[in-house]
Nanobody, 121 residues
Framework: QVQLLESGGGLVQPGGSLRLSCAAS????????IGWYRQAPGKVRELAAI???????NYGESVKGRFTISRDNAENTVYLQMNNLKPEDTAVYYCTAEIRLRPGDVMDDYWGQGTQVTVSS
């Protein structure tokens, strides 16, 4: 099995920036789509940003123009640069990836444990 290890969350003031990272805990044959969802208290989990193996990205409407997703295929890592953060961005951010561990394996979905982002003055 593999774990997705998230880092970079924390407390930041409105208008500030944070960079989240998510790395696989071991070597992997192939990662298809990888990215971030978020869940605020009392709300459903929603898309923040996702990126395909070819580099095509998709963003949730509320973060467009402020968040940027990128990936390092050699390191099996994805990053989320979050700028101009707002209190409504406060949530637990979860990394997720479609992974094929070895050649011939099926593609499985994996989720990280989540990292807290709090935007408050």
């Amino acid at each position: 099995q593999v774990q997705l290890l998230e880092s970079g969350g924390g407390l930041v003031q409105p208008g500030g920036s944070l960079r989240l990272s998510c790395a696989a805990s071991r070597s992997i044959y192939y990662i298809n789509t990888i990215g971030w969802y978020r869940q605020a208290p009392g709300k459903v989990r929603e898309l923040a940003a996702i990126i395909t193996s070819s580099g095509t990205s998709n963003y949730g409407e509320s973060v467009k123009g402020r968040f940027t997703i990128s990936r390092d295929n050699a390191e099996n890592t994805v990053y989320l640069q979050m700028n101009n953060l707002k209190p409504e961005d406060t949530a637990v951010y979860y990394c997720t990836a479609e992974i094929r561990l070895r050649p011939g394996d099926v593609m499985d979905d994996y989720w990280g444990q989540g990292t807290q982002v709090t935007v408050s003055s």
